[in-house]
Nanobody, 124 residues
Framework: QVQLVESGGGLVQAGGSLKLSCAFS????????MGWFRQAPGKEREFVAA????????VYADSVKGRFTISRDNAKNTVYLQMNSLKPEDTAVYYC?????????????????WGQGTQVTVSS
């Protein structure tokens, strides 16, 4: 049974940093591409960043490019999202997800398994 568990969320001041982790179990992480999404209050869930199966490609939403970094440790079956220069508009519940296709994709429907989410709150 595939499980994803996010951690590392919290309250931080604008300009600060947080590092989210997503522990993946039940399968081999290297067989999936993995992404981070977020959902702010009253808004639809949106794509943040993703990592290809082989680890050779990453893609970021324009709103986080240059500030967030996605990485993965296949040996630990864990994916990370380093978030720097945080802004109040980054406040959201952050979700990790994995997709079993061969090509990295961004739409939500391309992801097969999801974590429960972790809250990130950025104060001004």
């Amino acid at each position: 049974q595939v499980q994803l568990v996010e951690s590392g969320g919290g309250l931080v001041q604008a300009g600060g940093s947080l590092k989210l982790s997503c522990a993946f179990s039940g399968r081999t992480l290297s067989s999936y591409y993995m992404g981070w999404f977020r959902q702010a209050p009253g808004k639809e869930r949106e794509f943040v960043a993703a990592f290809s199966r082989g680890g050779s490609s990453t893609v970021y939403a324009d709103s986080v490019k240059g500030r967030f970094t996605i990485s993965r440790d296949n040996a630990k079956n864990t994916v990370y999202l380093q978030m720097n220069s945080l802004k109040p508009e980054d406040t959201a519940v952050y979700y990790c997800a994995v997709g079993s296709g061969t090509v990295l994709r961004m739409p939500e429907y391309a992801y097969d398994y999801w974590g429960q989410g972790t809250q990130v709150t950025v104060s001004s």
